[in-house]
């Protein structure tokens, strides 16, 4: 037939016609006479069976006039470029190969847009076609709003593959071609789905066993089946795309978009929270291994501090005699003083410490604060009287109680009224005060006619070891870890310290407890206050 084809483009229609070819083909005869194209094709697949392009069988001199090329036998649909007046033939042959399709495809006449309408069905050893043109007419709006959309496909920065009902590839936009291109020579009308997938699960160097890849396979067709919600798919070359799938009339939409800059903002997101979980251990190992070493410190500190404290008792008390001279009585006080001073700064750095470490668990009781201030007030009266400061104290009755753990807030309250009567020149005042917040917490304020604090000294003065103004250190026998062990305690408590002082007016430390810690003193009964312990 290929042979007889050849002949007649070459001018043996009009032989045949005349009759000097009586022993040809009637059924071919007929097709010569047809006004409008005729032609077989054959079919080209790759080793996994996919369609790869389409040949002329044979072809009458109508289909060599309308494409505008002669001959055609023997040529390929695009390999040849036999499709370059209608770019949509090659599709719309393709779907034919499943079933008899009659459709409308653009194609050109010259310089002129026309319409071709294309009928083919299957044949033995490829398919049939009858190419008609329609001539230039206007596309229903049908068919111009299914061009535009396909328009608007190819110009997106996402990734389109339209599949029918038989789950067969109707469209897949350019994006997608760049997107996958290990798959981009399959992704032709008609190519299943399953093929497809099959295509990707080999181009995938990270499955490398059968095995692998039919698991793969399996789980793939099956979400694609379900339609499950959107995944994210690795890429062989490093990329990641969302995949999503849709249920369209008449088949499934695949969705692909681009996460690889997501991907990766999450992985240095996850390095980054890798790096500080470690930080964070290491630096509770550290904190650890200080606290464990400050014990053994403290336990080693204090053995011969005993030694030091009780033989300088002895010496003050002389049970065997007096010393002497009077300098060494003096020298025997000093000695005391200085043994006592650092066992307290050892007690406040192990106090420090066991609240950096979070060693210390709290207490829940509801305090009265109107008991506890007197309590401490009347401690701190014989060291105020000694130093003529005068001690006020001003606490409304009908406080709520305040949940929280009494031996923290009574240190607080100790500390706090000790370093105001310390500071406060003689013929000074200390007023101590508790009110109810607009909010509904509790406020405890300690205020002092001391020397002050200087501004610059205000945000160094709550961490501990930093240097103070030499007037105050002067001024001051402790060992300047109270107000740095209050602010621990107090924000422990969900609550803050609020510092402000002026040099030569006094200074006025707040305690600031939130809402939620004041209780109605008709819910729970006060709890046992502990002993007030001086500092040193």
């Known amino acids: 037939m290929d042979c007889d084809t050849q002949t007649c483009a070459d001018g043996g229609h009009d032989r045949a016609v005349a009759g000097e070819f009586p022993s040809i083909d009637p059924l071919l005869f007929a097709m010569l006479q047809l006004p409008d194209a005729v032609a077989l094709f054959k079919t080209h697949t790759d080793c996994t069976g996919a369609l790869t392009d389409l040949e002329w069988q044979s072809a009458n001199p109508a289909?060599?006039?309308?494409?505008g090329v002669a001959p055609l036998t023997g040529k390929r649909l695009r390999g040849g470029g036999t499709d370059?007046?209608?770019?949509g033939l090659f599709a719309a042959l393709a779907d034919a190969l499943h079933g008899p399709v009659e459709r409308t495809v653009a194609a050109r006449r010259g310089t002129t847009p026309v319409r071709w309408r294309v009928a083919a069905g299957p044949a033995p050893g490829g398919l049939c076609a009858i190419l008609t043109d329609l001539g230039p007419e206007n596309p229903s709006v049908a068919e111009a709003l299914a061009e535009s959309l396909t328009a608007a496909l190819e110009h997106s920065a996402e990734s389109f593959a339209l599949f029918d009902h038989a789950d067969r590839l109707v469209h897949a936009n350019g994006r997608l071609k760049k997107d996958?291109?290990?798959?981009?020579?399959?992704?032709?009308?008609?190519v299943p789905f399953e093929e497809l997938a099959r295509g990707f699960a080999l181009a995938d160097p990270r499955l490398t066993t059968d095995e692998e890849r039919a698991a793969w396979m399996t789980a793939r067709l099956e979400r694609h089946r379900r339609q499950e919600p959107p995944v994210v798919v690795p890429l062989p070359d490093g990329r990641w795309l969302l995949?999503?799938?849709?249920?369209?009339?008449?088949?499934?939409l695949v969705h692909y978009t681009d996460v690889t800059t997501l991907k990766l903002n999450e992985e240095r997101l996850r390095i980054r929270e890798t790096e500080a979980r470690a930080a964070r251990a290491e630096a509770e190992s550290a904190s650890r291994a200080k606290s464990a070493f400050l014990a053994q410190m403290s336990h080693e500190l204090r053995t011969p501090l005993n030694a030091v404290l009780g033989?300088?008792?002895m010496l003050l008390s002389e049970p065997f005699g007096p010393l002497g001279n009077p300098r060494y009585r003096s020298y025997a006080g000093d000695i005391r003083d200085a043994g006592t001073h650092l066992l307290a700064l050892i007690d406040d750095i192990l106090e420090l410490s066991?609240?950096?470490?979070g060693g210390m668990p709290l207490a829940e009781d509801g305090v009265d604060l109107d008991t506890l201030s007197l309590r401490v007030v009347s401690a701190l009266q014989e060291a105020a009287a000694e130093g003529d400061v005068r001690m006020r104290r001003e606490v409304p009755a009908g406080l709520p109680l305040l949940r929280g753990d009494a031996q923290a807030l009574t240190q607080m309250l100790t500390n706090l009224l000790s370093n105001a009567v310390t500071h406060t020149r003689p013929g000074g005042e200390v007023v101590l005060t508790v009110n109810l917040m607009p909010d509904?917490?509790?406020?405890?304020?300690?205020?002092?006619?001391?020397?002050?604090?200087?501004?610059a000294d205000l945000p160094h003065i709550l961490h501990p070891f930093e240097p103070s103004d030499s007037t105050i250190a002067r001024n001051s026998r402790g060992t300047g870890l109270g107000l740095p062990i209050v602010k621990r305690l107090v924000e422990m408590h969900g609550g803050r310290l609020e510092l402000t002082s002026q040099p030569g007016v006094g200074t006025a430390a707040v305690l600031v407890f939130p809402a939620e810690r004041s209780l109605?003193?008709?819910?729970?009964?006060?709890?046992?206050l502990p002993p007030v312990i001086l500092p040193s």
């Not at 109605?520 to 046992?528: E, M, Q, V």
């Open 520 to 528: 109605p003193r008709d819910r729970c009964r006060p709890a046992p």
């Open 440 to 455: 509904g917490g509790l406020g405890l304020m300690v205020a002092d006619t001391g020397v002050g604090i200087p501004t």
């Open 354 to 357: 066991r609240l950096d470490s």
């Open 311 to 313: 033989f300088s008792e």
């Open 63 to 67: 289909a060599e006039r309308l494409l």
């Open 180 to 190: 996958l291109p290990t798959l981009a020579d399959r992704l032709v009308p008609g």
């Open 243 to 252: 995949s999503r799938e849709h249920a369209v009339p008449g088949g499934v």
């Open 84 to 87: 370059a007046a209608c770019p």
